[in-house]
């Protein structure tokens, strides 16, 4: 968790003197999800309106890191689970124009915690994750755009539980600074 923490601010840092030099926008975003699992057994989620936020530092025109993070809790007749996502990306934009539809890859890695308190059982557990997606933002009005991306996750093994791995289909609103 310590050295997620400690990539994100150092990719925040480095992309700060480019910003300020270059003029490149701030992308702020929210995204819904519809996700599931490959694995045994299949598990199908959605999370609309909003799964995760996420805020992308543009390096270059068609280059940005995005750091992202999501917070999940749920609570059934006394037990509950809490799950934090964090993690960063790198886009890789095709083209520079954001007046035109902007298709890009997105590699990521995440760390996930879990914790869960049960009646009879209580526990937590944190997994590295590491992904790609394929996406396309489509401008919609001056500074906001569409955003949809498919994406593969991986869960590497932990803590005894074997590794998992995932498709995700993200929609969402970015908004941009400039």
């Known amino acids: 968790m310590r050295r ?13 003197p480019a910003r ?11 995204d ?12 199908t989620t959605v999370d609309i309106p909003v799964q995760r936020v996420r805020v992308g530092f ?4 068609t280059i940005s890191i995005e750091p992202f993070g999501a917070l999940n809790h749920t609570s059934v007749s006394g ?11 790198a ?21 996930v915690h879990s914790a869960f308190d049960g009646s009879t059982v209580s526990g937590s557990t ?14 919609i009005a001056n ?3 569409w955003r949809l991306e498919g994406a593969l996750t991986h869960v590497l093994s932990h803590d005894d539980l074997g590794s998992s791995t995932g498709l995700t289909a993200f929609f969402g609103l970015s908004f941009f600074t400039h």
């Open 126 to 139: 944190t997994a590295t994750a590491l992904g790609a997606g394929v996406g396309v933002k489509f401008p």
């Open 143 to 145: 500074r906001f755009a």
């Open 4 to 16: 997620l923490a400690v990539v994100v601010i150092a990719l925040v840092a480095l992309s700060s």
């Open 32 to 43: 819904g999800a519809l996700s599931y699992g490959l694995d045994s057994p299949h598990i």
């Open 79 to 89: 037990n509950s689970g809490t799950n934090l996502d964090i993690g960063a990306g």
């Open 91 to 111: 886009l890789f934009h095709f083209s520079g124009a954001r007046t035109a539809p902007q298709p890009y890859v997105r590699p990521f890695l995440e760390i």
């Open 58 to 61: 543009f390096v270059t025109p």
């Open 20 to 30: 300020g030099q270059g003029g490149n926008p701030i992308e702020i975003g929210l």
